[in-house]
């Protein structure tokens, strides 16, 4: 730790569970690994949730024009909580030059120094654009884009609401149902 004192607020939810302080406090802590990377009140949107198929932890972070996020299932919340914690640095490591670029013109939500002794997974393995698709999208409703989803094998489907007139995405969730993404500014 460089001796800066950082203040990182965070919303922490229960999701079907109670989440106690004993939970709580195992979470700041592992994220106070994080205090080198992030400038002051950093805001931490973290829930817990139970169900049949297990514990996850979803964790999102608001950084100006970027949100960092990750999210992690297992039978043990304390093993989410330390691959939600790789996951999150990992992403930090890899994206490290280009979030530079992002920020270089404002008040940085990070702290780039913090990276200066590790390696810049930017030029090694960065997945890049390669294909481009373009296609006519047609009016329809949500149940007939999920069904054009499926018949087309796809875990993401885009197209025209025809009931409001917006550009909506439907994707197959890791529960087995549909998701919905319509478009706000």
């Given amino acids: 730790m460089t001796g800066r004192t950082i203040i ?16 709580k406090d195992i979470l700041k802590k592992k994220f106070q690994k994080f205090d080198r990377y992030f400038d002051k ?9 139970k169900d049949k198929n297990g514990q996850m932890l ?3 972070i608001p950084l100006g024009k970027t949100i960092l996020r990750a999210e992690e299932w297992s039978d043990d919340m304390k093993s989410s909580i330390e691959a ?10 890899k994206y490290k ?4 670029k992002r920020y270089a013109n404002e008040a940085p939500k990070l702290i780039f120094d913090a990276f200066e002794d590790e390696e810049d997974a930017e ?4 997945p890049k654009v ?14 007939e884009a999920t069904m054009q989803m499926d018949l087309l094998e796809h875990d993401f489907f885009v197209f025209l609401n025809a009931e409001t007139d917006d550009v909506n995405v439907v994707y197959r969730r890791h ?3 549909f998701g919905l993404i319509e478009p706000t500014l």
């Avoid at 030059?97 to 530079?100: F, V």
């Avoid at 030029?123 to 960065?126: F, T």
């Fill in 8 to 23: 990182m607020k965070f919303t922490i939810y229960g999701k079907n569970m109670h989440v106690s302080e004993g939970l």
């Fill in 123 to 126: 030029s090694v393995d960065v």
């Fill in 84 to 93: 939600v914690v790789d996951k999150l640095e990992g992403q930090l490591r």
């Fill in 97 to 100: 030059t280009k979030l530079q």
């Fill in 41 to 49: 009140e950093t805001e931490i949107y973290a829930t817990f949730s």
């Fill in 130 to 143: 390669v294909r481009t698709k373009k296609f006519a999208i047609k009016p329809m409703s949500v149940d």
């Fill in 58 to 60: 979803e964790v999102t």
């Fill in 175 to 177: 529960d087995g149902n």
